[in-house]
């Protein structure tokens, strides 16, 4: 038989690492958007924190809900963390990529990959990759 002790810290610890996996999803599924922050996408954080999927499994008020809530906040802003401290240690960024996506323009011997998906800065513009050859406008 499990002691009890040992029971609730497992369950705290499993809702707070559920929380990092989602606050970390929710920041980046922010960040690479395609389109403008509109209402609907502050509805759904809001579903996320929350909504009822969450509070069936962890009751709002208790232990559970707060691992989850820690969690959440841990793995929202953990995101942000790792990725300023990437800009910070890039030649091709500065802290203006979090205000308007800027960066240095590729140079003549790199490119970014037809693969690789347009963003959505802060201000809503989208922020194109560019062509292999260079030119500016890369695939939509």
Known sequence: ?????????????????????????????D????????????????????????????QAGTDLFGA????????????HLRLASMVARSSNFDQDFFIDGRRKKVSDDEFIPDYVRSTTTAMGDVTLPRKPDGSGGGPN
Request: aromatic share 18%; charged share 10%; glycine share 16%.
């Open 68 to 79: 989850y809530g820690i969690g959440l906040a841990l793995g929202f802003f953990a995101y």
């Open 1 to 29: 038989m499990t002691d009890p002790t040992t029971k609730s810290i497992i369950q705290l610890l499993g809702a707070f690492a559920f929380g990092v996996i989602i606050g970390w999803r929710v920041y980046f599924t």
């Open 31 to 58: 960040r690479y958007r395609t389109g403008a922050v509109d209402f609907n996408d502050i509805a759904t954080v809001i579903g996320i924190v929350g909504g009822g999927a969450i509070l069936a499994l962890f």
